[in-house]
């Protein structure tokens, strides 16, 4: 049983340890912009991201609705946090300017590799282990307008044989780790403690002799 106490703060963001996932959507003119975000959620064969209402990669997924969700692991965070500060966005919308600049090639900004996907017309990020073909569905506008939320259907996963169960079509938890956005700092996963009733892949206990 806690101890702790507890005091009421306001802090400044809630992300309090949530995935980072790379977008790819494509532009007006057929080029591809890259966007990293760190609100996303998955239920079933579909996902929910979190985007700001001013960002490049909302105006895309209006008009072309084709998208690719990378997920990043802890060992591209220097990659991700050179996407961080650039913008799609020709202008720089102006609440952005003080901390944002427009990159047109955020492939080569980042160092990270494009590679053709099967069934959307962005490509997916070479070097992420889980890539997910999808087409967004519906753009909720949220937060008095500061935000949208965007519903993804999953059409094709593709994920590196290294953390695939072998003879499955399960993704091994106990090799893959998501990269983690903890109040701004970036964090792979702990050590499993457990698994839930509903796993797939648990792996038997060995009793100790």
Known sequence: MTT???RVIRPSVLYFG???VLLTTENDDGTCNLTPISSAW???QHIVLGIGSESRTVRNLAERPELVINIASPELWEHVDRLA????????????RALY?????KFAASGLTPVA???VKPPRVA??????EARAAALTPGGAGLFFSVECEVLRVHAADRVVVPGTHHIDPAVWSPLIYNFRHYHGLAPEVGHGFRSETARAT???V
């Open 4 to 6: 702790d106490t507890h």
């Open 117 to 119: 996907a099967d069934l």
């Open 206 to 208: 060995v009793p100790a």
């Open 85 to 96: 500060p650039l913008t799609g966005a020709n202008p720089v919308p102006e609440a952005k």
């Open 101 to 105: 600049r427009y990159e047109p090639d």
């Open 127 to 132: 070097e992420c282990a889980l890539q997910l």
């Open 18 to 20: 949530t995935p980072v």
């Open 42 to 44: 998955a239920l079933g």
